[in-house]
């Protein structure tokens, strides 16, 4: 299974975007799904996550304003980011996660840069 992640882009804080990573195979295959993130000169973090069963988990950074959702029959997994902030600034990857970590598949990830 491949992953492509897109939507990011340019945007000013305070806006939406929504970011949509599409599998090229069924998503449910995974033990969850995430949306992880790198800003210059940090290390890539979780920040929202779905299992299979459907629960999600959030990083506190972007509780209440991020949204991670999915589509089955899309195999698409979805971060809508709302009121987004200078800090939410940095490239995002879609996560495939397995029960062995190093098996994880990645997707490439897509830049989202908020402007004050």
């Known amino acids: 299974v491949q992953l492509q992640a897109s939507g990011g882009g340019l945007v000013q804080a305070g806006v939406s975007l929504r970011l949509s990573c599409v599998a090229s195979?069924?998503?449910?295959?995974?033990?969850?799904m995430g949306w992880y993130r790198q800003a210059p000169g940090n290390e890539r973090e979780l920040i929202a996550r779905i299992a299979s069963g459907g629960i999600t988990d959030y990083a506190d950074a972007v509780k209440g304003r991020f949204t991670i959702s999915r589509d089955g029959a899309k195999n698409t997994v979805y971060l809508q980011m709302n009121n987004l902030k200078p800090e939410d600034t940095a490239v995002y990857y879609c996560?495939?996660?397995?029960?062995?970590?190093?098996?994880?598949?990645w997707g490439k990830g897509t830049l989202v840069t908020v402007s004050s």
């Open positions: 996560n495939g996660e397995n029960a062995i970590r190093r098996r994880d598949i």
């Open positions: 195979g069924s998503i449910f295959g995974f033990l969850a």
